[in-house]
């Protein structure tokens, strides 16, 4: 399965795109293929449904690697209760035409101790888009952030949070294989 994963921050080292990044691993690891969208490296305009982004490579390049998906990952920082803006400004971009019926894993990261609140917001963008949320979620937050303030190469992911990211992504490509075929 070809699966697209949106890293929705624009800070540099977010510990929610090195989470995604741990994630994109992962699924390599069982021979899938990822299509890498990071929102820092690759910002997208202001979203105004009065303009046009026909000729705008980032806008269409981000769309027409959505609709080639087959299933989807977002990944967000906790921020005031909800996702951040720059991946809000991106959904907007898109519609059910790029998610209707793909499995769809939320994931983020949040000071506090779990970032139920951008999970829950995203879980209720993925529904008003058709796509179909996986049954579960990572969240890592306050000092589990500490694996992923690294780079890559030196995740040392802890037993427990590396179990339920484990779980929730079996979970979820299941879920992806099952509506896909
Ligand atoms: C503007 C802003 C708002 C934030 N709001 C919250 C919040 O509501 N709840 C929370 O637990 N943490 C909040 N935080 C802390 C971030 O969730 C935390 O630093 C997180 O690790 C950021 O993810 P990143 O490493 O991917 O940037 C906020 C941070 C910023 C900059």
Redesign the pocket.
Known sequence: MNIVIIAG?N?K???????AEYIAKLIRQRNHQVTWIDLYHSPLPFYSSDQSYAEIAAVTDFKHAILQADAVVL????????I?GVLKNALDFVSKDHFSGKAVLSI????????I??LQQLQAIVRNLHGINAPEWIS???SQ?KS??ASLDVYEVSQDIDDRIHRALGAFLELARLVRG
């Open positions: 921050s800070r080292s977010a510990t929610s795109t090195h989470l990944a967000s920082p906790e921020y005031h209760g909800s951040s983020s990261s949040a000071g506090g101790a779990v970032g609140s951008s890592i937050g306050g952030r992923f303030e």
